[in-house]
Nanobody, 116 residues
Framework: QVQLVESGGGLVQPGGSLRLSCVAS????????MGWHRQAPGKQRELVAR???????NYADAVKGRFTISRDNAKNTVYLQMNSLNSEDTAVYYC??????????WGQGTQVTVSS
């Protein structure tokens, strides 16, 4: 029911910031829990941040205090503000949506590279 389109990835220096955006199509966006996951080379995909339909949030320990997830239901958009980036944050970042029935939809992924 929902399709996800991501933007905002790129190359940044350590200590820099990026803001990822994910725009969802569909008519039930506000009912979906939204999340960001990432997958670094040679590693498993991991949860970065999640926000529920009730605006409850949770974060991976590795990004807590540096990343902020938010949503704008009027724009069908979820954001991930990433500050104080380091090389360990280098990964492909995927937007994720979960319906009230548990159906999962993934975005195409956007590359974030942190390098000096």
């Amino acid at each position: 029911q929902v399709q996800l389109v991501e933007s905002g990835g790129g190359l940044v220096q350590p200590g820099g910031s990026l803001r990822l955006s994910c725009v969802a199509s569909g008519r039930t966006f506000s009912m979906h829990a939204m999340g960001w996951h990432r997958q670094a080379p040679g590693k498993q995909r991991e949860l970065v941040a999640r926000i529920t339909s009730g605006d409850r949030t949770n974060y991976a320990d590795a990004v807590k205090g540096r990343f902020t997830i938010s949503r704008d239901n009027a724009k069908n958009t979820v954001y991930l503000q990433m500050n104080s980036l380091n090389s360990e944050d280098t990964a492909v970042y995927y937007c994720n949506a979960q319906s009230p029935f548990g159906m999962i939809t993934w975005g195409q992924g956007t590359q974030v590279t942190v390098s000096s």
